[in-house]
């Protein structure tokens, strides 16, 4: 008897000791797997920054303090005068500190524009009451180097807004200064040698660059230009005159240009998907 009663104290026991560890492993049973390993972002490439090279083309419209003779006859009035407009081809590099701030050095050729000045003689003639007419013609075209700092005023679209500076030379090359008289000058002629003369030059710049791709810019700007005072050499008349040569004041030019900037950062890497987790 007593040992039937042991005997089912022990089953007992068993039963109890036995529900008590199901919950445990159920719950290890129906535990989700753990999540997979976080994935590092791609690192983000910065290409506002490092070194670049760039290229532009442009047209000019000329401007200037006046288109003259000088010294000027105390008889003699300029009736008219006039400078052409021309086109530039330039190239430059340069390094973009950061994505806001850049620098870069250009040197530009400039097409030779076509200048004329007609003055008038108002003594006349005697004993015709003729006047006198002096026409003078030339060219002129440039080399012009800058250094140039520019800022960078944010990105939208695509689209980036920029100003900027610059400061450097202009070298002037006058050729084919012709010099005809009409009217109580006719007959007289005169020309003057070719003279290449440098000068300080200055730019303010204004544009918009935008990105083709991560490395490859187009800008499209405008630029004033200041080069100083241009003479050309003294003329040589066929007709003993007085020594004058033609000279452009405070030449001047509002250019648009077109551009394309390659900036050597290294492109952004492709993106790679992570592996595949099976969820149960």
């Known amino acids: 008897m007593r040992r039937s009663t ?27 797997p753990p999540p997979p390993p976080m994935m590092a972002p791609a690192p983000h490439i910065d290409a506002g920054g490092g070194f670049y090279l760039r290229g532009d083309i442009g047209v000019s ?9 000088a010294p000027g006859g105390a008889n003699f009035q300029t009736m008219s005068s006039s400078l052409g407009n021309s086109v530039f081809l330039g190239v430059g590099a340069g390094y973009a500190y950061n994505s806001w701030l850049r620098g870069d050095a250009t040197i530009e050729y400039r097409s030779a524009a076509k200048f004329r000045i007609s003055e008038l003689d ?17 060219k002129v075209s440039a080399v012009v180097g800058l250094l140039n700092g520019y800022v960078d005023l944010g990105t939208w679209h695509r ?15 006058t050729n084919d200064v012709r010099d005809v008289g009409y009217a109580a000058f006719a007959g007289g002629t005169g ?22 791709s991560t490395n490859l810019k187009a800008e499209v700007g405008y630029r004033y230009l200041n080069m100083g005072t241009i003479n050309t050499a003294n003329v040589v008349c066929t007709i003993p005159c007085t020594t004058f040569n033609a000279r452009i004041k405070d030449l001047s030019s509002h250019d648009i240009k077109f551009g394309m900037r390659y900036i050597f950062a290294d492109a952004a890497p492709a993106f790679a998907p992570g592996p595949l987790v099976r969820k149960y």
Request: avoid cysteine; hydrophobic fraction near 45%.
């Open 6 to 32: 042991w005997l089912r104290t022990a089953q007992m026991a068993a039963l109890v000791a036995g529900t008590q560890s199901l919950p445990a492993s159920a719950a290890d049973m129906l535990s989700a």
């Open 61 to 69: 419209n000329h401007d200037n303090g006046g288109v003259f003779l």
């Open 122 to 138: 108002t003594r006349g003639t005697a004993g015709t009451g003729d006047d006198g007419i002096n026409v003078t013609t030339g």
């Open 159 to 173: 689209i980036t807004p920029f100003i900027g500076a610059g400061a450097g030379f202009a070298t002037i090359f």
């Open 191 to 212: 020309s003057a040698p070719s003279k290449t003369d440098t000068r300080f030059a200055w730019a303010i710049h204004a544009g918009l660059g935008y990105d083709l």
